[in-house]
T-cell receptor, first 113, second 116 residues
Framework: QQQVKQSPQSLIVQKGGISIINCAYE??????FPWYQQFPGKGPALLIA?????SEKKEGRFTISFNKSAKQFSLHIMDSQPGDSATYFC????????????FGSGTQLTVLP | GAVVSQHPSWVICKSGTSVKIECRSL??????MFWYRQFPKQSLMLMAT?????????EQGVEKDKFLINHASLTLSTLTVTSAHPEDSSFYIC????????????FGNGTRLTVT
């Protein structure tokens, strides 16, 4: 049973455009939702994270929108740049812990120059 | 910021040999480290949770005798792939977090293992 469903599998965006990646979860016990960015041959790097007490969190060009009732959260990348081209993973964990994460299947983002 | 170092970054070994991968937390003490396996264009699959000073907890379907984990100190965990076979070829990634339950998880840069 896939507990965190991520879409789309791949995304192509023009430079300056908005990239949107969506995730949906099933386990209502999840209470920590990070997004990771991974470049080829590298480990994932924490990009931004949110807890369910807020509906939105913004850090620079990256924004997480969180809808608790729909059990969905999304990553928005504003003014997308070619350097943002990478694979993005959403994840979720429970019990207030950021440790034992359940990952989404990943989205390969390509930003065209 | 917190850094997790993983070594080696890539290794090629012959079938039947064993390979050890190290994961170090450089500027924080990690009571818990995690080992993942990632196939090309796929997500990270949690293999095991490594606890300092105790036995690792393996996920269902992961052979503990094949993937030996040792977490002898608060800054070092090792994964040994024993009697490696070509099907063990993969990208192995470790992660670690600080002592607090809500400390963020930081990942190493991974180890590309190729078994010939």
């Amino acid at each position: 049973q896939q507990q965190v469903k991520q879409s789309p599998q791949s995304l192509i965006v023009q430079k300056g455009g908005i990239s949107i990646i969506n995730c949906a979860y099933e386990n209502t016990a999840f209470d920590y939702f990070p997004w990771y960015q991974q470049f080829p041959g590298k480990g994932p790097a924490l990009l931004i994270a949110i807890r369910p007490d807020v509906s939105e969190k913004k850090e620079g060009r990256f924004t997480i929108s969180f809808n608790k009732s729909a059990k969905q959260f999304s990553l928005h990348i504003m003014d997308s740049q070619p350097g943002d081209s990478a694979t993005y993973f959403c994840a979720a964990s429970k019990g207030g812990s950021a440790r034992q994460l359940t990952f989404g299947s990943g989205t390969q983002l390509t930003v065209l120059p | 910021g917190a850094v997790v170092s993983q070594h080696p970054s890539w290794v090629i070994c012959k079938s039947g040999t064993s390979v050890k991968i190290e994961c170090r937390s450089l500027d924080f003490q990690a009571t818990t480290m995690f080992w993942y396996r990632q196939f090309p264009k796929q997500s990270l699959m949690l293999m095991a949770t490594s606890n300092e000073g105790s036995k690792a907890t393996y996920e269902q379907g992961v052979e503990k005798d094949k993937f030996l984990i040792n977490h002898a100190s608060l800054t070092l965990s090792t994964l040994t792939v024993t009697s490696a076979h070509p099907e063990d070829s993969s990208f192995y990634i470790c992660s670690a977090s600080g002592p607090l339950g809500n400390s963020p998880l930081h990942f190493g840069n991974g180890t590309r293992l190729t078994v010939t």
